[in-house]
């Protein structure tokens, strides 16, 4: 496996549901993110973990919860959510956490539907 | 508050040059990032300024000027396989990614 991967890809679940997204990053970088991307919005910066500690939490609400037990995996649990939450959901991750020339690079995202 | 402003849509002819123009107005400017996301794909970096000026890429080309808040991305000699959207971020003073929604790109034969 190369550059960022996530699972599942597509996930479809019930309001009541409790599920978990993933995340892996074999670049050996130090920044993690977790972003929401919604039809014509921009990206909506959810979380980002810089060493394995949260360093940034944008206002998300409780029913999403991140967990990053090590600096190449990153979890994002799901429970309770709400049919606006479905979007789709984008992992990314980068060297270092700030400075110039900070490329991020994505993973293709995991395609959630809350019914 | 920290706004990033680019067209919701635009169409081109294949073998064509298209412009793809973002203003932007963020709390301190740390570089420029022009991000391709095919339908269904992860984003891909394409391009990042952070002086005054125009980088060349291949077919691709983008420019930048701080002073006006502006910056667009050049695509020149258009395939097919350029129809996707396409993202422009700043970083602003808190090397903080701040997003476009994107300007989805549509190639006609």
């Known amino acids: 496996e190369t550059g960022v991967t996530q699972t599942p890809r597509h996930l479809v679940m019930g309001m009541t549901n409790k599920k978990s997204l993933k995340c892996e990053q074999h670049?050996?970088?130090?920044?993690m993110y977790w972003y929401k991307q919604s039809a014509k919005k921009p990206l909506e910066l959810m979380f980002v973990?810089?060493?394995?500690?949260?360093?940034e939490n944008n206002s998300v609400p409780s029913r999403f919860s991140p967990e990053c037990p090590n600096s190449s995996h990153l979890f994002l649990h799901l429970h309770t959510l709400q049919p606006e939450d479905s979007a789709l959901y984008l992992c990314?991750?980068?060297?270092?956490?700030?400075?110039?020339?900070?490329?991020?690079?994505f993973g293709p995202g995991t395609r959630l539907t809350v019914l | 508050g920290q706004n990033i402003d680019q067209p919701t849509e635009m169409t081109a002819t294949e073998g064509a040059i298209v412009q793809i123009n973002c203003t932007y107005q963020?709390?301190?400017?740390?570089?420029l990032f022009w991000y391709q996301q095919h339908a269904g794909e992860a984003p891909t970096f394409l391009s990042y300024?952070?002086l005054d000026g125009l980088e060349e890429k291949g077919r691709f080309s983008s420019f930048l000027s701080r002073s006006k808040g502006y910056s667009y991305l050049l695509l020149k000699e258009l395939q097919m396989k350029d129809s996707a959207s396409y993202l422009c971020?700043?970083?602003?003073?808190?090397?903080?990614?701040?997003w476009g929604a994107g300007t989805k790109l549509i190639i006609k034969p």
């Open positions: 300024n952070v």
């Open positions: 670049l050996g970088h130090n920044a």
């Open positions: 990314a991750s980068s060297q270092r956490l700030a400075g110039s020339y900070n490329e991020q690079f």
């Open positions: 971020a700043v970083l602003d003073s808190n090397y903080q990614l701040i």
């Open positions: 973990y810089s060493l394995e500690e949260r360093v």
């Open positions: 963020t709390s301190g400017f740390n570089g």
